[in-house]
């Protein structure tokens, strides 16, 4: 009893000590130090939330809070409704710790930016949005959340407003979220005709969900977490500051699709098509972002690709039926892509605005602790044994084998595992080893501890978290316990195929071949033409076709073919050939007299 | 005087834009720096052997072929500095970039912050005032009849004037702005 009412005080505590900057902090009259107060606000709120987390491994108490009901009709009640289960307990500490380490990074890199207090204020309203969308138990309080995160993943990618692709960028990202939202609305819309309620523990299982609501739900995922079909805007989403990246495109707002479907699985786990095809998508998207990571030459490009290869992982494991192993894959990955784009943040202030790891090179002696943490945080990409990435990433990859689902699916995760390895070998290695190719006179240094701190306690979370996280929670469905040696390592085999073929290819890339353009590298240069087939076709036949429809359909068709033209028509060729007797001669005017007068006279009789 | 930019580009000036381009697409390709040397060089070496053709018919048809396998041999994803047109720090701080007329409407007690400048504004901008028929008198005059053909403006002709737009220029706002 009392430990429910510790669990919801403390989880509430901490949304109210993130919500207090923004009430207060406008108020205030000393404007000049609010990123330091509002990363000490994130920090404490981190602190708090240590209190529910540990409360719920030690005594696994969840609990289901509604606060007020908005009447909307006397039959569909909408409360205020909070769940704090394993899911939203283990979430709040990983997303707080990660914003923690990224804010009090962007204090030293945003420094010299004039508007600093806006940027904080929008990461924080992310913040708080994308907590609202987790904690949430119903899908009207979810929906509040996922519009908050699209609506300030708006604003903060198109931060530098002046340039144009940024607002293209902000642009796209937006349009994609809306395609995504359709079927979040449709689903939500299905759930309350059938069931009445958007509370999630109401929905009663019936035994085959119909397909079309669950098709909406990964439409909804789709888009939000940059699936195959809707992920151009994940690259060009970093347009935006590191900071940005980092927390937005890479540990939170990209995972809100999956969460959806972690809170959905109930619904999804009894269809079989829907399951099978999250299967398959995760798989196409895993590879098709892989395959583009490989010839990426721009730093943040690399990790948003990584990103991206990495969430249709996740939605493989949702298409395997194990919620809980993605949610686990949420949590490792937030720590080890934070500390890669904060890392690579580091790396690009350090060298004057460069991004483009051609002209990086030797950074392992320039920045010591920057490029540990980067070898670390690739490490764990990777999958290496017992860092934190092994742990979920391993588990699905068993979980895959041994599943007998889907072959198909199985080869492309398992050659997407190999090319992950690849890229970020390549980028380690193009980026710290090797001489210098920078520009000599850049202020290449840490000595800042803004710098190292996020990024060695981020590096302590990449190498714990996965260890920890597995101890304390106990897994709801039984992991795969006995399988043959080649299946148990097949993802560290693979991710070895990837080290070698990276070490082959930085080899080749020494030897004095002329180079050239080859048909595998512009199809992985220019992201599989998925952006010109797109988006020009896909406009261009829809403002056609209302062209088409104003002009042609309307004033054509309408007013004239149904009218006087068409009359026209109808009547030209009898027109045509009656004009031929019209010769102006009384003889054949005479005859045609005669002959009518004969036909009436014929017909009379 | 300094040459002038034409409304046209010389020989010289493409076979020049096309060395260029192809030994930055090269650094594109050849990431490390000793095979990128080797190829320049005999990037080079190809140039230099028709570097005395004084045909202009062959010259223009070599340059031509040369272009063809520019596009032919070009990197997908160039080097681009990150403040040039199409890098990554490009028009960043575009939307800092205020013009000076806001100046105008700060609070005396922003302006108070800067005396000396505001002191002697509005005496500047009497000046502006005075000079601009004559500026826009001699722009009038200079540009031939059907429009400009290059971007750059005359210096000032007579004794006591300005030069054309001079008033744009100074008070144009820094590269990388505070």
Redesign the interface.
Same mark, same amino acid.
Request: net charge positive.
């Given at each position: 009893m009392e430990t429910t009412l510790l669990l919801n005080t403390s989880l509430l505590l901490t949304l109210a000590i993130i919500l207090t900057p923004t009430l207060l902090l406008p108020m205030s009259k000393t404007s000049s130090n609010s990123p330091t107060t509002i990363t000490r606000t994130v920090k404490t709120a981190f602190l708090i939330s240590l209190v529910p987390m540990t409360l719920f491994m030690l005594s696994g108490t969840e609990s289901i809070t509604s606060y007020w009901e908005w009447k909307f009709t006397t039959n569909f009640k909408i409360p205020l409704s909070f769940k704090m289960d394993q899911y939203s307990m283990m979430f709040f500490p990983i997303a707080l710790f990660v914003t923690w380490s990224i804010l009090q990074f962007a204090t030293w890199y945003m420094a010299s930016e004039?508007h600093i207090t806006k940027f904080f204020f929008y990461l924080l309203t992310f913040l708080i949005a994308m907590l609202i969308l987790t904690i949430a138990n119903n899908m009207f309080l979810l929906f509040i959340g996922w519009e908050g995160v699209g609506m300030m993943s708006f604003l903060l990618i198109g931060w530098?407003?002046?340039?144009?692709e940024a607002n293209t960028a902000a642009l796209q990202a937006v349009l994609y979220n809306r395609i995504g939202d359709i079927g979040l609305i449709l689903s939500m819309a299905w759930l309350a005709s059938t069931m009445n309620t958007w509370e999630m523990q109401q929905a009663p299982l019936p035994t085959q969900t119909p397909t079309l609501p669950l098709l909406g739900l990964i439409l909804a995922a789709t888009g939000k977490s940059a699936q195959f079909g809707l992920h151009p805007w994940l690259p060009a989403a970093m347009e935006g500051p590191t900071p940005v990246s980092a927390l937005l495109h890479s540990s939170t707002m990209v995972v809100a699709g999956i969460f959806l479907l972690i809170r959905t699985h109930p619904l999804l786990a009894n269809n079989p098509t829907a399951l099978t095809l999250c299967l398959c998508l995760g798989a196409l998207s895993t590879l098709f972002a892989a395959t583009c990571a490989l010839?990426?030459?721009?730093i943040k490009k690399i990790i948003a690709f990584s990103t991206s290869s990495q969430l249709g992982l996740m939605m493989v494991t949702i298409g395997l039926n194990l919620p809980q192993l993605a949610f686990l894959h949420i949590s490792t990955h937030a720590f080890f892509k934070a500390m890669l784009f904060l890392c690579s943040g580091t790396i690009i202030h350090s060298l004057?605005?460069?991004?483009?790891i051609?002209?990086m090179g030797g950074l392992q002696k320039m920045l010591p602790t920057t490029t540990s943490c980067l070898t670390i945080g690739n490490l764990a990409l990777m999958g290496t044994p017992f860092l934190a990435g092994f742990y979920s990433k391993d588990l699905i990859i068993e979980s895959l084998n041994t599943s007998y689902l889907n072959t198909w699916a199985l080869l492309l995760t398992l050659l997407a595992t190999s090319f992950t390895a690849t890229y970020s070998l390549r980028m380690t290695l193009?980026v710290q080893t090797?001489?210098p190719?920078t520009p000599t006179n850049s202020p290449t240094n840490e000595n800042n501890p803004m710098i190292t701190n996020p990024i060695t306690r981020l590096a302590l979370g990449s190498i714990l978290a996965g260890l920890l996280i597995t101890s304390y929670i106990t897994p709801t469905k039984t992991p795969p316990m006995t399988m043959p040696t080649t299946t148990k390592t097949a993802a560290v085999i693979a991710t070895a195929l990837g080290i070698a073929l990276a070490m082959e290819l930085s080899t080749m890339?020494?030897t004095?071949t002329?180079?050239?353009?080859n048909p595998h590298?512009?199809f992985s240069?220019?992201l599989g033409y998925f952006n010109p087939l797109m988006h020009r076709p896909n406009t261009t036949n829809l403002l056609n076709s209302g062209q088409k429809i104003a002009s042609h359909l309307i004033d054509l068709s309408w007013y004239k073919k149904m009218g006087p033209e068409g009359l026209t028509d109808l009547q030209l060729m009898a027109i045509k050939t009656s004009t031929t007797l019209h010769t102006g001669l009384i003889k054949t005017y005479l005859g045609s007299f005669a002959l009518s007068i004969i036909l009436i006279l014929s017909t009379q009789t | 005087g300094e040459p002038q930019m034409a409304a046209y580009l010389t020989h010289q000036q493409k076979v020049l834009r096309l060395y260029k381009k192809s030994l930055r697409h090269?650094?594109?390709?050849?990431?490390?720096?000793d095979?990128y040397r080797?190829?320049a060089c005999l990037l080079r070496e190809r140039f230099d052997k028709n570097k005395d053709v004084k045909d202009m018919v062959k010259a223009t048809e070599l340059l031509k072929a040369g272009e063809e396998e520019f596009w032919?041999? =070009?990197h997908? =994803?160039p080097?681009i500095f990150?403040?040039s047109p199409g890098g990554?720090?490009? #028009?960043?701080? #575009?939307?800092?970039?205020i013009p000076e007329w806001c100046l105008d409407y700060w609070h005396p007690s922003e302006k108070a912050m800067y005396p000396d400048y505001f002191a002697k504004r509005e005496q500047w901008k009497k000046l502006q005032r005075e000079s601009w028929d004559k500026e826009i008198k001699q722009l009038e005059e200079e540009t031939p009849a059907d429009g400009p053909s290059t971007e750059a403006l005359p210096p000032a002709r007579k004794e006591g004037h300005l030069p054309p737009l001079w008033w744009q220029y100074v008070t144009r706002p820094r590269e990388i702005?505070?």
């Open positions: 004039p530098w407003q002046g340039r144009a010839t990426q030459n721009d004057n605005g460069e991004q483009d051609r002209k193009l090797g001489f190719r890339t020494h004095l002329y180079p050239k353009q590298l512009n240069s220019s | 090269l650094e594109s390709w050849c990431i490390y720096r095979k080797y190829f032919a041999n =070009q997908p =994803q080097y990150p403040d990554t720090s490009y #028009e960043r701080y #575009e939307c800092y970039k702005p505070m």
